[in-house]
């Protein structure tokens, strides 16, 4: 129904900076939230960004004033414009959204999941 692609990712230097892209496809209605995880080896995921359909974002706080997430809705994609990176921000980063289609007329939101992209921040 729905498939989230990532792209963007690379290899930087310390102080760099790289803008993931989330696209969605599909039979899309709405987009309600989109977000950005990262899994680095032996971590386990965490949430790095959030943001909402009326605009209301999170962020983790080790990423807070350094990545900004916005969604651009026309285009069903999100991006992930990461800043100033550290070698800590070393990780496979995913995409998720929660997305609603229409089964008839009726509205479903459910959850997915992007292959993800790797950033690897060298030092």
């Known amino acids: 129904q729905v498939q989230l692609v990532e792209s963007g990712g690379g290899l930087v230097h310390t102080g760099g900076s790289l803008r993931l892209s989330c696209a969605a496809s599909?039979?899309?209605?709405?987009?309600?939230?989109m977000g950005w995880h990262r899994q680095a080896p032996g971590k386990q995921r965490e949430r790095v960004a959030r943001i909402t359909s009326s605009g209301t974002t999170n962020y983790a706080d080790s990423v807070k004033g350094r990545f900004t997430i916005s969604l651009d809705r026309a285009k069903n994609t999100t991006y992930l414009q990461m800043n100033g990176l550290k070698p800590e921000d070393t990780a496979a980063y995913y995409c998720?959204?929660?997305?609603?289609?229409?089964?008839?007329?009726?509205?479903?939101?459910?959850?997915?999941w992007g292959q993800g992209t790797q950033v690897t921040v060298s030092s």
């Open positions: 599909g039979s899309i209605f709405a987009i309600k939230t």
């Open positions: 998720n959204g929660d997305v609603t289609v229409l089964e008839g007329i009726v509205q479903v939101t459910s959850e997915y």
